[in-house]
């Protein structure tokens, strides 16, 4: 048995205790909380006349946003990691010959340099990339295994296309690559009949969406001394897949379309349209 001092009376400081707790919870209960309004309050501070709330918090804030953005730079990126997120289709192939950087301006995002991409079913070259960048989300920079790709962007890249093997392209579009959008500026893509080299489009700018049941293929560009539009979709519109394809040229003013049905066995549907200056013809093909 515990023996405490004369002087500490417990039952006069548990009563002290109860008084007080009860004195509490009956201010609480009266209390009107919407006489204090904290925004209203946060209003009442004259911050300018604070020295620390007018300098320190946004510099605090600007200090601490640059860090979370520069962490990265740190990080180590694995090669093979990154050629698989650009070529998840067991179609391509990726190569990343240069090295890998992360660099904050404008955005956050990892540059690639020399990007190297063939097509592993008939071993042809598609293109070329001497400076790609991959845009990074701003969410879960911290975690490298988290980080997003919301875009990827190809810059000053060149691609050769045999017009004699065209069907060697279509297993880019068979199965989708990737959701992510995929952007192509400033590039050069030359035309060869087998061997034969035809002509170049210069200043070729293309956009690339592959989707579940959507493809669509944009290139703009110089062609011939003139500006060429190619717009190519691939949709599948009641279980029936739809191919459109659309050229244009407006110095020759020229423009044509063609449009089918793109079964597995043959092509059924086949739509003509050409027009030049005020003629135009258009019909049926096989």
């Known amino acids: 048995i515990l023996n405490f001092p004369k002087f500490i009376n417990l039952k006069k400081a548990f009563k002290y205790l109860e008084d007080k707790i009860y004195k509490l919870i009956k201010t609480f209960k009266y209390l009107d909380f919407r006489k204090y309004n904290v925004l209203n309050t946060i209003k009442k501070i004259k911050i300018r006349s604070n020295r620390f709330l007018f300098y320190h918090v946004p510099l605090s804030i600007i200090f601490f946003g640059l860090l979370y953005i520069l962490i990265p730079a740190f990080f180590t990126y694995d090669k093979s990691a990154i050629e698989k997120i650009i070529c998840s289709s067991n179609n391509l192939k990726c190569t990343i010959k240069g ?88 590039g050069k893509i030359a035309l060869y009949d087998n061997k034969n080299y035809l002509t170049t489009i210069t200043d070729a700018n293309i956009i690339v969406k592959l989707l579940k ?45 063609i449009s089918f049905l793109d079964l597995k066995k043959n092509i059924k549907n086949k739509n003509f349209l050409i027009k030049k200056n005020n003629n135009k013809i258009s019909g049926i093909f096989d």
Not at 108 to 127: A, C, E, G, Q
Not at 153 to 169: G, R, T
Not at 238 to 244: A, D, E, L, S, Y
């Open 99 to 186: 090295k890998v950087s992360y660099n904050l301006f404008p955005t956050p995002r990892l540059k690639l340099k020399d990007l190297k991409i063939n097509i592993t079913s008939s071993k042809v070259n598609l293109f070329n990339a001497y400076d790609t960048s991959l845009k990074l989300s701003i969410k879960n920079l911290l975690a490298k295994e988290k980080h997003k790709i919301k875009k990827i962007i190809i810059n000053d890249f060149e691609s050769n296309v045999n017009l004699k093997k065209l069907k060697n392209y279509n297993s880019i579009f068979k199965k989708k690559i990737s959701l992510i959008p995929l952007v192509f500026i400033n």
């Open 213 to 257: 049941d959507y493809s669509e293929f944009n290139l703009n560009g110089k062609f011939l001394n003139d500006n060429i539009n190619i717009n190519f979709n691939n949709e599948i519109d009641n279980n029936k897949p739809i191919t459109k394809i659309e050229l244009k040229m407006k110095e020759a003013n020229f423009y044509t379309k």
